[in-house]
Each structure stands twice: as structure tokens, then as C-alpha cells.
């Protein structure tokens, strides 16, 4: 299975991009879905979570501007951000975990800079 992320993109302070993020075939027993970003020459961080039982979570730092959401039917994935701040700017990766394994998608880089 291969998650193919996309939807990244240079865009301006307090604009918006939609990240989608589509799995090869079906995946089953998922537990989460998530998005993680790395800035450079940081680590990589948790930016939100979606669990099978519909849990949400957002790091503290994307609260009210971002928000996850799935489609389970075509194991797609999705994070909509608005209000881009320039520390937002960062490869974006997709994530889905399953009782039996993890997936990562190759990320898409989004740059936030006027």
C-alpha cells in the first residue's frame, strides 16, 4: 500500500491550502489517521489525528485553523488549513495506522512566505 500525498504549495500569510492524501488500495483495522509536519531543522511533530472512533486532535499550534477529515470509503485522508502563518511552512506527511503496521505517505511541502 503507498499513501500519496498532495495538495501542497506556496501560498501567502492568512491563506488556505487543502492536503489530500489517498491510499493505493484499502486499508483495514485502521486505528488513526493523521498529519505530521517537519520544518527544517526540527523534528517532526504531530499537526493532527483523526481515530477510527472519530476522535480528533490538533497540536495547540494549528487549533482553529486547521481541520482533519477522512473518507474512509476511499481511504483518503484530509487536512484543511487556513489563516497560513509562516511557521506553518513545512513538509507535510500523511500517516495511517493500522493494528498491524504504519504507512507513510512522501510528504508535500508547504511554504508559507509572502
Known amino acids: 500500500v503507498q499513501l500519496q500525498a498532495s495538495g501542497g504549495g506556496l501560498v501567502q500569510p492568512g491563506g488556505s491550502l487543502r492536503l489530500s492524501c489517498a491510499a493505493s488500495?484499502?486499508?483495514?483495522?485502521?486505528?488513526?489517521m493523521a498529519w505530521y509536519r517537519q520544518a527544517p531543522g526540527k523534528q517532526r511533530e504531530l499537526v493532527a489525528v483523526?481515530?477510527?472512533?472519530?476522535?480528533?486532535g490538533y497540536a495547540d499550534s494549528v487549533k482553529g485553523r486547521f481541520t482533519i477529515s477522512r473518507d474512509s470509503a476511499k481511504n483518503t485522508v484530509y487536512l484543511q488549513m487556513n489563516s497560513l502563518k509562516p511557521e506553518d511552512t513545512a513538509v507535510y506527511y500523511c500517516?495511517?495506522?493500522?493494528?498491524?503496521?504504519?504507512?507513510w505517505g512522501q510528504g508535500t511541502l508547504v511554504t508559507v512566505s509572502s
Open positions: 500517516n495511517v495506522e493500522a493494528s498491524y503496521y504504519n504507512y
Open positions: 488500495r484499502s486499508i483495514f483495522n485502521i486505528v488513526n
Open positions: 483523526v481515530s477510527s472512533g472519530g476522535y480528533l
